[in-house]
Structures are given as structure tokens and as C-alpha cells.
């Protein structure tokens, strides 16, 4: 049975990818949409990992109830090799997500 895990060599490059996506977000002064870098175990394939407001309705103080829901967006045929290519498209992740808000 195949491991679920992700081997140490892939750990380093997750990790320093998610650290020179971090200094792109800085770079271009991107404070919104928050979003992280993960990855798949079994397809090593990049996701986006976010949160979208939900509307819940009113309260009974006619306050509104607004709950986030966890989402998860795979870049397509992108993998852990193709650091420099998720890099250069952060702006176009952004704006994806924003759009989809």
C-alpha cells in the first residue's frame, strides 16, 4: 500500500515554496484574499487553500451571521517541480479567489 505522506525531499519543496509565496504576496502588497499553499499526497499536485464567506441569514438582532467555508482549488498540471511557474501566477490566484467571493 502506497504511503500517504509526502517524503522529506518533497517537505523542502513545499516548504520553500510556500516561503517564496509568502515573499511574492509581500512584494506585491497582497493582503487580501488570504490563501495558503498545499499539496496533494497521492498526486502531488499544488492546491490553493482558502476560505469563502458564507451568508447564514439574520439573528434576532438583525445582525448578519457570515461563516467561512474551507476551500480547496487544484492548479492544473502544476506539481511540486513547478515552483517558479506558481510564483510568477500569485496575482492571477488572487484574483481567481476574489472573483469566486
Same mark, same amino acid.
Given at each position: 500500500? @502506497?504511503?500517504? =505522506?509526502?517524503?522529506?525531499? $518533497?517537505?523542502? /519543496?513545499? &516548504?520553500? *515554496?510556500?516561503?517564496? +509565496?509568502?515573499?511574492?504576496?509581500? @512584494?506585491?502588497? *497582497? %493582503? $487580501?484574499? =488570504?490563501? %495558503?499553499?498545499?499539496?496533494? %499526497?497521492?498526486?502531488? /499536485?499544488? @492546491?490553493?487553500?482558502?476560505?469563502?464567506?458564507?451568508?447564514?441569514?439574520?439573528?434576532?438582532?438583525?445582525?448578519?451571521? +457570515? @461563516?467561512?467555508?474551507?476551500?480547496? =482549488?487544484?492548479? /492544473?498540471?502544476?506539481? *511540486? &517541480?513547478?515552483?517558479?511557474?506558481? +510564483?510568477?501566477? +500569485?496575482?492571477?490566484?488572487?484574483?481567481?479567489? *476574489?472573483? $469566486?467571493?
Amino acid at each position: 500500500m @502506497r504511503s500517504r =505522506k509526502l517524503s522529506k525531499p $518533497e517537505q523542502t /519543496k513545499l &516548504n520553500q *515554496l510556500r516561503k517564496s +509565496v509568502d515573499k511574492e504576496k509581500k @512584494r506585491l502588497k *497582497l %493582503t $487580501e484574499p =488570504k490563501f %495558503t499553499i498545499g499539496c496533494d %499526497t497521492t498526486t502531488k /499536485k499544488i @492546491r490553493l487553500q482558502y476560505s469563502i464567506p458564507i451568508d447564514m441569514g439574520i439573528d434576532k438582532n438583525n445582525n448578519r451571521i +457570515v @461563516r467561512k467555508k474551507q476551500k480547496q =482549488k487544484y492548479l /492544473k498540471d502544476v506539481t *511540486l &517541480n513547478d515552483a517558479d511557474y506558481v +510564483v510568477q501566477n +500569485v496575482k492571477r490566484y488572487a484574483d481567481d479567489i *476574489l472573483k $469566486e467571493m
